[in-house]
């Protein structure tokens, strides 16, 4: 069920998500901006510690700590949701929206057995006995590969081996069929057999409710896989943002270049691969000025008056549909992607 023409579900504008510490303002999500529609994933890639995670819990309500400063808006479902009365925003979670948490444990509560928390989990939003409950967290727990589902629904999280405690917690983020799912690395403790079965139960939630998913993950393979659009982070601001095909096919940031040149090709000798990008992301309490991405770019030098380490690059739209956040002039970009990065990927 997908319709790129419908009304965005989720609207994200402007989010802002800065961290008062002792070591200074931790500026961890710096004005991103994006949409996503019923039945259609948004695929959020970038290397760690590049703000995904603090995006995600900032959609879902998730940072009311004193130190946290949040602005911008998050409209679901046409409800503003930043400033929202807080119960108000507990209730849309878990009903109109859930996460898969990158750690299991966080979201599991140690002193109740799996079973018990799934079941609160769907009475909260579904007024049936605990019997036809109990029976749901069973359907759900073999719906995510736990085997002997009837009897492991009495276990308790510490029984779980890693890759079951991550099943458990998918299976309870799924349990009320959200119409906006995160799923935050969802399948990275997971063997490949059982990373295909999620996404299918994935896929399969899209089809039938028609939600809405945000996918973030490090494997390029499973955003190609599964993303209709892509959001490429960093150092807590998007660079670059387009329909899946557009930021595979034909990206235009250098960042992006550098992630795709580190996706494993089995068909190519190692010695004609693009490079990976050198060195590391930036400090989010000191962001380099200019493009946050100069220190690691192999291009800084080529915009004019020094312009990378002067001026913030804004987020523009070069083509319908696809920005990118670099002062590469359009023929600096399609000469450096034709002769340097394309023949290598
Ligand atoms: N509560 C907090 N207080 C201060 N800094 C924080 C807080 N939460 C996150 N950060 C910082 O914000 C930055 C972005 O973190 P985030 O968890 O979003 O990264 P990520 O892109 O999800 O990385 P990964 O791929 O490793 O999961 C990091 O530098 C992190 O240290
Ligand atoms: S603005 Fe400059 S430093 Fe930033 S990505 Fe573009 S070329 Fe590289
Ligand atoms: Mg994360």
Same mark, same amino acid.
């Given at each position: 069920?997908?319709?790129?023409?419908?009304?965005?579900?989720?609207?994200?504008?402007?989010?802002?998500?800065?961290?008062?510490?002792?070591?200074?303002?931790?500026?961890?999500?710096?004005?991103?901006?994006?949409?996503?529609?019923?039945?259609?994933?948004?695929?959020?890639?970038?290397?760690?510690?590049?703000?995904?995670?603090?995006?995600?819990?900032?959609?879902?309500? $998730?940072?009311? #700590?004193?130190? %946290?400063? *949040?602005?911008?808006?998050?409209?679901?479902?046409?409800? +503003?949701?930043?400033? =929202?009365?807080?119960?108000?925003?507990?209730?849309?979670?878990?009903?109109?929206?859930?996460?898969?948490?990158?750690?299991?444990?966080?979201?599991?509560?140690?002193?109740?057995?799996?079973?018990?928390?799934?079941?609160?989990?769907?009475?909260?939003?579904?007024?049936?006995?605990?019997?036809?409950?109990?029976?749901?967290?069973?359907?759900?727990?073999?719906?995510?590969?736990?085997?002997?589902?009837?009897?492991?629904?009495?276990?308790?999280?510490?029984?779980?081996?890693?890759?079951?405690?991550?099943?458990?917690?998918?299976?309870?983020?799924?349990?009320?069929?959200?119409?906006?799912?995160?799923?935050?690395?969802?399948?990275?403790? $997971?063997?490949? #057999?059982?990373? %295909?079965? *999620?996404?299918?139960?994935?896929?399969?939630?899209?089809? +039938?409710?028609?939600? =809405?998913?945000?996918?973030?993950?490090?494997?390029?393979?499973?955003?190609?896989?599964?993303?209709?659009?892509?959001?490429?982070?960093?150092?807590?601001?998007?660079?670059?943002?387009?329909?899946?095909?557009?930021?595979?096919?034909?990206?235009?940031?250098?960042?992006?270049?550098?992630?795709?040149?580190?996706?494993?090709?089995?068909?190519?000798?190692?010695?004609?691969?693009?490079?990976?990008?050198?060195?590391?992301?930036?400090?989010?309490?000191?962001?380099?000025?200019?493009?946050?991405?100069?220190?690691?770019?192999?291009?800084?030098?080529?915009?004019?008056?020094?312009?990378?380490?002067?001026?913030?690059?804004?987020?523009?739209? $070069?083509?319908?549909?696809?920005?990118?956040?670099?002062?590469?002039?359009?023929?600096?970009?399609?000469?450096?992607?034709?002769?340097?990065?394309?023949?290598?990927?």
């Amino acid at each position: 069920m997908k319709d790129a023409g419908a009304e965005p579900f989720l609207s994200v504008r402007d989010l802002r998500v800065h961290f008062d510490t002792d070591d200074g303002l931790v500026k961890s999500v710096d004005g991103v901006s994006f949409d996503v529609r019923p039945g259609q994933t948004l695929g959020i890639v970038g290397e760690s510690g590049s703000g995904k995670s603090v995006t995600s819990l900032g959609v879902m309500g $998730l940072h009311r #700590t004193a130190r %946290a400063r *949040i602005s911008g808006e998050v409209w679901l479902d046409g409800e +503003e949701l930043i400033g =929202a009365d807080e119960d108000h925003v507990r209730t849309l979670r878990g009903r109109k929206m859930a996460m898969i948490f990158q750690d299991p444990l966080s979201a599991m509560h140690p002193y109740y057995t799996v079973g018990s928390q799934i079941v609160e989990a769907y009475r909260v939003h579904h007024d049936v006995s605990k019997k036809v409950a109990r029976a749901r967290a069973v359907e759900m727990l073999d719906r995510v590969g736990i085997p002997e589902p009837t009897k492991r629904v009495d276990s308790y999280p510490h029984e779980f081996s890693g890759g079951m405690r991550q099943r458990a917690m998918i299976a309870m983020s799924l349990v009320n069929n959200p119409e906006l799912l995160i799923a935050d690395e969802p399948t990275t403790a $997971l063997d490949v #057999t059982v990373q %295909a079965q *999620i996404l299918d139960l994935i896929r399969d939630l899209q089809k +039938e409710f028609g939600s =809405a998913v945000i996918m973030i993950t490090h494997d390029l393979g499973v955003v190609a896989e599964m993303a209709d659009e892509i959001l490429v982070m960093y150092g807590g601001r998007c660079v670059e943002r387009g329909t899946a095909e557009s930021v595979f096919y034909e990206p235009q940031h250098p960042y992006t270049w550098g992630l795709l040149g580190s996706m494993p090709r089995i068909d190519r000798e190692e010695t004609d691969r693009l490079i990976p990008v050198k060195g590391s992301p930036p400090s989010l309490i000191n962001v380099p000025d200019g493009c946050a991405f100069n220190p690691r770019c192999p291009y800084a030098d080529l915009p004019k008056d020094n312009l990378t380490r002067t001026v913030r690059p804004d987020l523009r739209e $070069l083509t319908s549909g696809h920005f990118s956040a670099c002062h590469l002039t359009q023929e600096e970009r399609t000469r450096i992607w034709t002769e340097e990065i394309a023949p290598k990927l």
